[in-house]
């Protein structure tokens, strides 16, 4: 059974532009979250999308914004990078069932804005 | 609102010592527990889950927790640090309600001293 998958694994961007990173969950998960790491904030929730529709939604500027597809998958947006915004950025998935709630990562996109 | 304290955001121990890293929860429900492993450049992987039932679970590569409703905590401990165990650890909470998004600590790296 394969796992999360995050495309790309790395993204050098420039302060300005704008960057899609994409998920693709384990199958038959529908639950898939976004999360932001960095060495200062540690790991940071992003938003949540279940069966195309946002769930939860973190702490973070409207800059960032995500979608998920009728397959799962998932795509984040952040638009008009800034340097604060380079980060590792992880994806989970899960079944969101009960006794199964467990997430699932996948290796992460390391964005990198100079 | 569920919450996750992590004490200490690094430790370390000798080769062949105990391992011990401490997690302290909040929650007005019965909480579902979770301890996650991160290497270097990879995503999170799950070591070991409470969700009901015996109170002491057991994980991959050697480490374990037990859950203290009384102390509301959950530590991680493993009898003999190994090497390989270097890694930052991350203690997780979520509830299954309508808001069950999975809660995180800001982990604790483990250095393991030769």
């Known amino acids: 059974k394969a796992g999360v998958t995050q495309t790309p694994r790395y993204l050098i961007k420039t302060r300005g532009q704008q960057v899609t990173l994409s998920c693709s969950p384990i199958?038959?998960?529908?639950?898939v979250s976004w999360y932001q790491q960095t060495p200062g904030q540690g790991l940071q929730f992003l938003f949540e999308y279940f069966s195309e529709t946002q769930r939860n939604k973190g702490n973070f500027p409207g800059r960032f914004s995500g979608r998920q597809f009728s397959n799962s998958r998932s795509e984040m947006n952040v638009s008009t990078l800034e340097l604060g915004d380079s980060a590792l950025y992880l994806c989970?998935?899960?079944?969101?069932?009960?006794?199964?709630?467990?997430?699932?990562f996948g290796q992460g996109t390391r964005l990198t804005v100079v | 609102a569920q919450s996750v304290t992590q004490l200490g955001s690094h430790v370390s121990v000798s080769e062949g010592a105990l391992v011990l890293l401490r997690c302290n929860y909040s929650?007005?429900?019965?909480?579902?527990l979770f301890w996650y492993v991160q290497y270097p450049n990879q995503g999170l992987q799950l070591l070991l889950k409470y969700t009901t039932g015996a109170t002491l679970v057991k994980g991959i590569n050697g480490f374990e927790a037990e859950f203290k409703k009384s102390e509301t905590s959950f530590h991680l401990t493993k009898p003999s640090a190994h090497m390989s165990d270097a890694a930052e650890y991350f203690c997780?909470?979520?509830?299954?309600?309508?808001?069950?998004?999975?809660?995180f600590g800001k982990g604790t790296r483990l250095h393991i001293l030769p």
């Open positions: 199958s038959g998960h529908r639950s």
């Open positions: 997780a909470v979520s509830v299954m309600n309508r808001d069950d998004k999975i809660i």
């Open positions: 989970a998935s899960s079944l969101r069932a009960r006794d199964k709630n467990e997430a699932f």
């Open positions: 929650s007005s429900v019965p909480p579902y």
